[in-house]
């Protein structure tokens, strides 16, 4: 086991051994507060909570999404995860957005300047592994979203949920980024999430 450090969205830091299961994130914070805190202090909660010694290119990588983020969520009323957990793969979603009733799930390629098939792919499986295993995502809208950060254009957005309410992914440049959260959830209407339940979720089957 090793030692970790928990954001919650007050920004209090909690040491604990292990992954704590009802944190599966390592920064959380409501927009408006996220939108307001510097740089500098959403890299150090990263970093407190990363249990391992992180790349320079990870930490300019989180620099850019920021950076990117902070302006085009102005206004919006939500929740922010950075880094949030993939149990079954292994792996951690760039950002999550919990915004009225719709959970985007980002992946930034930073300098990429196409949508490769592969971050496609990526980003539409850790939506279909939330769907399926996430038990507090078994029932909302959820649409994966692949920002290539130097592309210049991007496939016209066309909006389309499955039977099982995930979106078909959507590709965008970072420029535009706030213009489809709009799009979709004009689009999208439903009962608000509560996005300290769902980040409690548990990871389990859909239930049959």
């Not at 909660?45 to 249990?51: G, H």
């Not at 213009?179 to 004009?186: F, G, K, M, P, S």
Request: glycine fraction near 6%.
């Amino acid at each position: 086991m090793y030692d970790v450090g928990i954001i919650d969205p007050q920004h209090r830091v909690t040491r604990v051994a292990g992954i704590n299961a009802l944190h599966r994130y390592w920064y959380g914070s409501d927009i408006a507060v996220f939108s307001t805190t510097t740089v500098e202090s959403v890299v150090g909660a990263l970093r407190l909570s990363n249990p391992r010694e992180e790349t320079r290119e990870q930490v300019i990588a989180w620099q850019e999404q920021i950076e990117i983020l902070r302006p085009q969520l102005q206004g919006l009323d939500g929740t922010i995860y950075f880094e949030f957990d993939i149990p079954r793969f292994g792996r951690r979603i760039d950002v999550v957005l919990v915004i009225k009733s719709v959970v985007f799930v980002i992946e930034f390629k930073v300098g990429a300047k196409t949508f490769d098939r592969s971050a496609i792919n990526q980003v539409w499986d850790y939506a279909l592994d939330l769907k399926n295993f996430h038990e507090t995502s078994h029932d909302v809208s959820l649409v994966p979203i692949l920002v290539a950060t130097e592309a210049t254009v991007a496939p016209p957005l066309r909006l389309e949920f499955a039977e099982d309410g995930v979106a078909a992914h959507i590709a965008t440049c970072y420029s535009d980024i706030r213009a489809v959260l709009d799009q979709v959830l004009a689009a999208v209407g439903a009962a608000p999430i509560d996005p300290a339940r769902r980040s409690r979720g548990n990871y389990r089957p859909t239930p049959t």
